[in-house]
């Protein structure tokens, strides 16, 4: 309906474009299309309170599992970026030197069966012994990270079904689904965060400053959470820096989180606007814009 109301001349521009809108704008001579630099990472995250997921070997397969380009590239409008890390490519703390997981389903396969998962992973065991199928749970809510939720975690359930992980999607409302989560509920869920200020502490030490806490998934990890909490410490961006770079690959390694897609949120307007800047943050100043 926006987008109507965009085409029609009713309003003069609009955020929040759908991922398969990105082309009708383009098309459109009388619209222009603006992209806010990616400030916005999507992510999967294991509780590890699942037996299963505290076996690297298990966590490792998932991330061999998922074609992260194939899905950023059919379902974020040429907008979206294949992550290879928590922080945005823009952030002065990301590590260019990380080496991304490829894509490789017989590798997942592999490691599955080293894990003693030679025939799939259906079903899970919490701590406390209780098994239930896996349910991998997904957004009900659209976040620029994760634009169109419900298609992009079927896609990642492809994936991962191909090499024998077959959760069942399950998802709910946003304030259920958040509930959820910071109560440690979720098995396997998909999140993520946009930045509010562009300084890495901002990412990382707000998830894994403090190892074990529920709304993590009891990720524990002090060994990366004293790293980021020197960080806070020091004055010197260079000397932050290259802890921050430290903390993607402690995070990296470790596999605690398979970062899937950034993005660089759409907006689109007519022609007549002229001077809208696009901010990371989405603070953005009215001012110097003009309708002509």
């Known amino acids: 309906q926006r987008l109507a109301a965009l085409e029609a001349g009713e309003i003069h521009g609009m955020d929040g474009l759908n991922p398969e809108d990105v082309a009708v704008v383009k098309s459109d001579p009388g619209l222009q299309l603006l992209l806010r630099p990616t400030n916005t990472t999507g992510n999967i995250a294991f509780n590890y309170k699942v037996k299963e997921f505290q076996d690297k070997r298990v966590r490792l397969a998932f991330a061999h599992a998922i074609n992260k380009k194939a899905i950023v590239d059919a379902l974020y409008g040429g907008t979206g970026l294949a992550a290879?890390?928590?922080q945005p490519p823009p952030l002065w703390g990301y590590n260019k030197e990380l080496k991304d997981f490829e894509y490789g389903?017989?590798?997942a396969q592999e490691l599955l069966k080293q894990a003693g998962f030679a025939q799939g992973l259906t079903d899970i065991t919490w701590d406390d012994g209780r098994k239930e199928p896996l349910i991998f749970w997904y957004m009900s809510r659209s976040r620029?990270?994760?634009p169109n939720p419900k298609e992009i975690?079927?896609?990642?359930a492809a994936d991962l079904a191909k090499v024998g992980i077959?959760?069942?999607l399950q998802t709910a409302e946003w304030a259920v689904y958040l509930d959820k989560r910071k109560n440690g509920q979720l098995p396997l869920y998909m999140l993520g965060w946009t930045g509010d200020n562009g300084d890495p502490d901002n990412f990382l030490c707000y998830f894994f400053c403090q190892p074990g806490v529920s709304r993590e998934g009891f990720y524990a990890n002090k060994a990366l959470a004293d790293v980021l909490l020197r960080a806070q410490t020091l004055t010197s961006q260079a000397e932050r820096a290259k802890l921050y770079r430290?903390?993607?690959q402690m995070l990296h390694d470790d596999i605690g989180r398979l970062f899937i897609a950034n993005n660089q949120p759409p907006l689109a307007f007519t022609r007549k606007v002229k001077g809208y800047v696009p901010h990371p943050t989405g603070s953005e100043y009215f001012n110097i814009v003009e309708i002509q």
């Open 84 to 86: 290879s890390q928590f």
């Open 246 to 248: 430290q903390a993607e």
């Open 105 to 107: 389903p017989a590798k």
């Open 153 to 156: 975690a079927e896609a990642m």
């Open 166 to 168: 077959k959760g069942q």
């Open 144 to 146: 620029p990270y994760f």
